[in-house]
């Protein structure tokens, strides 16, 4: 299911040597002890004409660090935010379009959050 989450639960049985009502009712268990939290889908962001992707490291000012991420999930580059322990205090992934458009994003768009004081960035090549 890792694979393929939209695997049928026949297609599951039969690599399992199980029937698809035993497939059904392991799926239905794993989802209800939030062991399977979601089904989910991955996006070619290359073809959807975003193929730069970037971590981005954030520090932000004590206590500022729930207003800081309530705006990055209104942001639809920002695919993830993570937060961490240590120097800072989330990571990000982001996408853009090229370099310009990523320091745009991390200079103007994430840099101008209030409570945000520092940022890194790291492309992905």
Do not use: W
Request: glycine fraction near 4%; aromatic fraction near 4%; charge should be neutral.
């Amino acid at each position: 299911m890792k694979e393929d989450s939209r695997a049928s639960y026949t297609d599951l049985a039969k690599e399992l040597s199980i029937s698809d009502v035993a497939v059904k009712k392991r799926i239905d268990k794993l989802t209800s002890q939030g062991i399977i939290e979601n089904f989910s889908i991955n996006l070619d962001y290359k073809k959807l004409g975003k193929p730069l992707r970037a971590f981005m490291l954030l520090k932000c000012i004590p206590n500022e660090s729930d207003r800081v991420k309530k705006h990055l999930v209104k942001n639809q580059d920002v695919l993830q935010i993570l937060p961490t322990l240590g120097t800072y205090d989330f990571l990000i992934e982001a996408i853009s379009e090229d370099v310009e458009k990523l320091r745009a994003l991390a200079e103007e768009g994430i840099g101008n959050i209030k409570g945000v004081t520092e940022i890194r960035t790291l492309v992905v090549v």
